[in-house]
């Protein structure tokens, strides 16, 4: 097999919300990301490539990923990992040994009982906003340009979430995924789904698995370990993400 782990970092616009490293062309907790994702390529035996130019050219870096669904550049792979550069790798596990349906990715477990940030409470009237909001919800979007039937699944391996939500800084993707990605996804599809709800790529990529039938594989949240779970537990995980404003975190976490 030939295998891939692939990341990217481009950097925000304007300035890296204050984590950039004078004179750096990276902050520090990227530059840790990516060595920890390069190491763990090596000790598993598979190539890794990580880029800095932009390929999307998308209105967010998040959107950036999706450059392995429309670059045909990559379909030399049987199988691409991709890993969010504000993550570190754990376990010297082969993920690549794990059997995959399409896309192997990681659901946001207890995305609805995390604590508030500036941005969002997550409390139910918040969440019922965000999926049927009849101009921005996510649901209402889904219902107005993919199919009036929508129905927004559930976890298969955490029955009792009240839904699934895929989170797109880890992205296991088979070859076979990818070409049905590239056939089905509109190429500035992501686009027009932000400019109307305001999302980002996970919620995006959600849908459009779900609105697809695509076979996604759920791992376990020890291989895509949240802030808001490893905060409460203090479990790491197999890979821990320091997603949102805990990427400063990821200082501390070698020492």
Known sequence: MNNLIYQYYLPYKGHDKGYNDPGKRMPRWAEIGI???????????VKYILSDQPYMNSSINAFESFRLIFDKSFDQYDNILLLDVDMIVNTRENIFDLEVGDIAMVHEYGVTKRPAIPEASFDKSWW????????????????????????????????????????????????QGRLKARALFKRQGHEHFRSVTGG?????????????????????????????????????????????KSKPAMLKYLN
């Open 35 to 45: 060595d920890s994702a390069r190491k763990y390529a090596e000790s598993i035996g």
């Open 128 to 175: 019922n906003n965000w999926f049927y909001n009849p101009s921005k919800g996510k649901i209402s979007y889904a219902s107005r340009y993919l199919d009036p039937t929508f129905i927004w699944k559930k976890s298969k391996l955490y029955p009792n979430e009240p839904f699934a939500l895929y989170n797109g800084g880890l992205q296991l993707w088979t070859k």
């Open 200 to 244: 980002t790529e996970t919620p995006y990529l959600t849908m459009m698995l779900m609105h697809h039938q695509f076979d996604v594989t759920e791992l376990p949240i020890e291989w895509n370990k949240l802030n808001f779970q490893w905060k409460v537990d203090g479990d790491p995980g197999k890979i821990t993400h320091f997603n949102d």
